[in-house]
């Protein structure tokens, strides 16, 4: 059972933390480290992590790898399958 926290909080930490670093590099001042479109983006960044969580295999290092790329490009891999169902939609 503490297994499977730590586990899923390891998942969830490394999808904040490539959401976090997604920021880091697109921001331009230190106020935008605070503004609300970067918590949205380390939110979606640890909801994904936490999604991730349940995709993972056996092996840890790419599974960490993985997700910390998945947290850094969240939002537009969500924005993009988005875009999608609804194109699909409309035909």
């Known amino acids: 059972m503490i297994n499977e926290i730590l586990t899923i909080a390891f998942f969830t930490f490394q ?3 490539g ?3 997604s920021v880091l590099f697109k921001s331009r001042n230190p106020q935008y ?3 609300w479109k970067a918590v949205k983006r380390y ?3 640890a909801i994904v992590g936490y999604i ?3 995709l993972h295999s056996e092996y840890n290092f790419p599974n ?3 997700c910390f790329v998945f947290g850094y490009a969240g939002e537009d891999i969500i924005k993009n ?3 999608i169902i609804l194109e699909k939609r409309k035909k």
Request: no cysteine; hydrophobic share 60%; aromatic share 24%.
């Open 15 to 17: 999808g904040f933390l």
């Open 19 to 21: 959401a976090f670093v």
């Open 33 to 35: 480290m605070k503004s």
């Open 43 to 45: 939110i979606t960044g």
């Open 52 to 54: 991730f969580y349940f």
């Open 64 to 66: 960490a790898v993985t």
């Open 81 to 83: 399958l988005v875009e």
